[in-house]
Each structure stands twice: as C-alpha cells, then as structure tokens.
C-alpha cells in the first residue's frame, strides 16, 4: 500500500479484478465528468465552431476567408467601433487601478475605513442595467428650463449652458464614468489587502531615513504590490473589452458610442451576420490571448510555491 | 490626536506605539522611534483630519448618484420631472410608494422579478455542485491528464461569452430549449464552471491533507469524506462562490437577451428595465423604481453577507 504516493489509497484488496489504478482512474473521471461535459458541450465546442463561422458568409452557407475580418478593420463605421473598445480599455484600465490604488492609500490612513470602503464597494453589487438607469438619470438633459439630472443642475448653476452628456463629443468619457464608478471599489478592495501586506519596518526605516510620502508611494509601495496590481489591470482589460451592458442600456450604441459587444449583439440580432458577428468574437479573444499566456504562467508560478 | 488611536493603522505605527506606552520611549527596539515635538503633533492631527475629510467627501461622492435614484423612486411622477431630485428633501416632504405599485402591477415587473429568481437559483446551485465535485477530484485525486484537464479549465476562464454564445444558441436550437429556463441554466453552468473549480480547488487543495488521508485509511469513501468532510469545513468558501455566482447570474443581460430574447414571458428584470429603457426613453418613474426593486436583493445580500463577497473577491481573479 503506498499511501504516501497516491493521496487516495487503492482498495486493490476488495477489487481483485480491477487493477487499483484503473478503478481510481474511473472514480476520478466521475467525478470531474460533468464539469468537463459542460465546458466541452458549452465552451470549447463554441469556442471552436465560432472560429470557423468567422470565415463564413451572413448564413454560413459560403466560405469567404478573411472577408469579414477585411470589413472588421476597412468599414468606418467599424473603426469607430475598434477606437472606442481602444478607448474604453486605455481610460477604464488607468482611471480605475489609479483611483482605486489612491483610495485604498487613503482610506488606509483614517478611522472610517470600512464605512467608505463600504460606500465606494456598493455600486459592485448593482447590475450594470440599474447603473445605467443611476447615470442616465445624473446625466439627464433637457434644452432648458428645470434641469432634473445632477450635472445639468450643477453645470446651470455656474452659469454654462447645459450638456446633453450621451449625445455630445464627449458622450464616450461620459459612459466610462459609469465603469469607473462601478468597478473602482472592486481595485480598492484588492488593492487595499495588498497594502496591509506591506511591511511596517520597510515604511518606517524609509521616514526615518528621510524620504517623502509621495517618494515612499512610487519607490516602495507600487513596486511591492506590482504583482496585485497587475492582477487587478489585467482584470479590468477582459472585463472592458467585453463591455457591453452600459453602452447598450445608455446609448444603445448610437452617437458614435458603438463598441465590440454591442456591434456584435447587433449584427447577430437585427442583422443575422453570423459571419460578422462571429468574427467581431474572435477579435475579442485576439484581444485576450496575452491576458491569457500571462494568467497562465502567473498560475505555474502560483502552484510551484504551493 | 485621534489616528494614533488606531492600532491597525500601518503607517503611523510609531506614534501609536509612542502614545499607548504614555509617550515615554517606545517598546520598539531600534532607530524609527523619536519624540514629536508639539508642532509636529499640530501637523499630524490636521493631516488627518484633512484626510478624514478627503475620504468623506470621496464617499460621499460615490453614493450621491444611487442615494438620488432611491429618493426619486418615492417621488410622484409629476414631481421627478418638475425638479430635480435634490429638492424633495426639503420640507414639505410629499413621498409616495405608487410608482412601486405601478410598475409591479401594470408593468408585469412582479413576473420579471420572479423569472429572474427562477434563472438565479439554479444557476447559481446547479454550477457550485458541479464545480464542487470536479474541485474535489482536481485537489484530492491523482490521475493521469489532470493538471492539463485543469489548467484547460481554468484557461477557459477569460474566454469571452460572445465567443460562445452564438453556438450555444444553436445547440439549444437544435433541441428546443431556446426561450426556456433550463437551456439558460444549462448556460450559465458553463459559464460560471472555470472560475468555480478555480476557486474550490484552491480552497479544497488549502484543507489539510492528513484529514483525507486518516478518513481514507479509516475505509471512508470519497462521497463520504466529500459530504461529512469537506463540505462542512468549505461552507465558508461556497458561500463567497455562491454569492459571486448570484450576482453575476442575476446582473447578466446580455446571456438573457440572446437566450431568452424570443421569450417575453421569460425575460428577467435585467432584460425588462432594458426594455424599458429603450421603450419608454426617460420614463423616470417607472425606471427608478423598477431599477431599484432589481437591485434590492444584490444590495441585501451584499450588506448582510459583506464579509464573504470581499473574501471572494480577494482568492480569485479574473472571471471570464
């Protein structure tokens, strides 16, 4: 009996028919077999059959090559599409790791800690539907007269003529605000666990020898805590290229506000393109390949030191 | 000066140290430790306080927009679009629940309300169970292919739902489940599977190995270690994954719209604020209210069971 080789001891005695490593190795797959069944029938098909769809005609019914993905980086209207994903990812990315890096260093420092990490934190439980509603509502607009949204009402207040947010040139800021408002809580919270983890005696010997706060922040703090905050962007990246919710609940995509997703959700639906829409799917996970090569190896390095 | 007082507070260490030991010298062996001046005190106790209200006016800031959706929501209709929300809190207060009324009665947003429970529900069980087995067996089994299985699992992770979702909608064409709750449960099983197994295997791979081993030798079955053992000890564990599965599941919109998109009478409440939305343009109240009712639970949830969303949130990462 080798119990300290196999973590799960063989009953060799009981089964004289089966070799114990065969009867083990038939335990283990029913045990992993639905799981495996279901990311097979539900992911890993898909994932595959996409691909191929992606250089198929509208119905599937031609093959066109690189067609589609010729109209993906050609068409105008597309390229407004890919600017605003590029976008999205560049200003999502850097406003909420840096606001959620700065609060969680400020709220690190007062006695209220867990009531503001709690009030930045909620707007992580809302859907990003009932966020849209929130926002639409702030942003609301009318020509004139009572202004009902919030910015309008400060904006008329100070004398300037109101915005109409979601129409204007700066309607994609506008939209990102609302990620920003979202997901910041989700940084703060990780990134302010990674600061706890900082050692106490670093900071100080670097005070007593003289460095400034700020100086403390950028050559001490942020390179301890790169790996979190890696992490943390690297989370963000997926979650803005997908975006989808608030573009479509907000603007719909209108107003030069398209994205991947939603172009995506259009062209399967009110165009039935499966070969577009497809291969719209397949820039994404383009887009997500290194973000994958990098979970990958993070994960390797993780169980070495298990 | 009132940070000092916080013994969890990292950086000002010293002077908490300095002050609990009467601010005589401190316990703290070496260099870090020397007496502030009064000045210096001065300058400390302002800095907080500065900061205090720094992290206020931040919080502040984060909760005015959803604080603002809450108060319109028990606004008359005429009200909401008379004048801004801001208003209404000052007195005479007129507030009302008629807007809830409406839209549960004459909007149908109780059947929305009730789709999305019966979408959640066992979307959220029906993968944690799965995942819970295959967890098992990725952390306590030996067997060949394993670690490949797994790290092809958890490749899977961050591979996007549109990637997905037009096969899916064919295959549950193909066997008549499109526009049913089963085929979306059966979605959302596969979608949230990766991040599931990642996180129970880390946290069944955590739990001691003796326990399995002394179970084991004590001719105990692996269903049995699996639901007497293991189970008891991860409640801890399944609850954060069950909340993060909740959550996501009853957020999603975009899942509901393609699966579901051709079933109105199955539609949850995502699906019909959208709808609203796009219908009514600025309806608001109808939209507050409905918003609100839909983000009730999740905040419910969240407030009750804080704890263990954060927990979730920290052990895993990336959520396809």
Known sequence: MAISTTRAPSTESKTPFFGSKSRDKLIAWLWIGPAVAFVVVFLLYPVFDTLRTSFLNFDSSQFVGLDNFRHIFTDRSMLIVLRNNLLWLALGTALTVAL????????????IESFAKAAIFIPMAISFVG????????????????????????????????????????????????????????CMVILSAALKGVPTDILEAARVDGASEVA??????????????????????????????????????????????VEFYNQLLNFNDNGISSALAVVLLLAIVPVMIFNIRRFRAQEATR | MSIAKNPAHAAEITTDVDLRSGGK?????????????????????????????????????WSVPTFGLFISSFRPADAIHASGWWNSLLPPWH???????????????????????????????LPVLVAAFAAYAFAWMKFPGRDWIFLAIVTLLVVPVQMTLIPIFQILTNVGLTGSFLGIWLAHTAYGLPFAVYLLRSFFGALPSDLMESARIDGASHLRIFFSILLPLAVPS???????????????????????????????????????????????????????????????IFFSLQRYFVRGILAGSVKG
């Open chain 2, 238 to 300: 399944l609850a954060s994954l069950v909340i993060f599965q909740f959550m996501w599941v009853w957020n999603d919109l975009l899942v509901a719209l393609v699966l579901l998109g051709g079933a109105p009478e199955h539609a949850p409440m995502t699906v019909a604020i959208a709808n609203l939305v796009n219908s009514f343009g600025t309806n608001y109240e109808v939209l507050t209210s409905a918003a609100f009712i839909s983000m009730a639970l999740p905040l419910v």
């Open chain 1, 131 to 186: 966020a849209g509603v929130i926002w639409k509502f702030v942003y609301d607009y009318a020509a004139s007269g009572q202004q009902i949204g919030l910015f309008n009402a400060i904006v008329t207040r100070f004398g300037f003529a109101p915005q109409a947010w979601l129409v204007n040139g700066g309607n994609n800021i506008a939209l990102i605000v609302v990620y920003v408002w979202m997901w910041t809580g989700f």
């Open chain 1, 216 to 261: 403390i922040f950028f050559r001490i703090i942020v390179p301890m805590i790169s790996p979190t905050i890696a992490v943390v962007a690297t989370t963000m990246i997926i979650n803005l290229l997908k975006i989808f919710d608030v573009v479509y609940v907000m603007t719909g995509g209108n107003y030069n506000t398209n994205v991947i997703a």
């Open chain 2, 25 to 61: 010298s401190s316990v703290l062996a070496g260099t870090s430790v020397r007496a502030l001046s009064p000045r210096e005190r001065l300058m400390r106790s302002v800095n907080s306080g500065l900061l205090t209200f720094v992290v206020v006016v931040i919080s502040l800031l």
């Open chain 1, 100 to 111: 959620g890096l700065l609060i969680a260093v400020l709220v690190d420092r007062v006695r």
């Open chain 2, 95 to 125: 507030f009302t629940i008629e807007n809830y009324q409406h839209v549960l009665q004459t909007q149908d947003f109780g059947t929305a309300f009730i789709n999305s429970m019966i979408i959640s529900i066992p979307g959220t069980l």
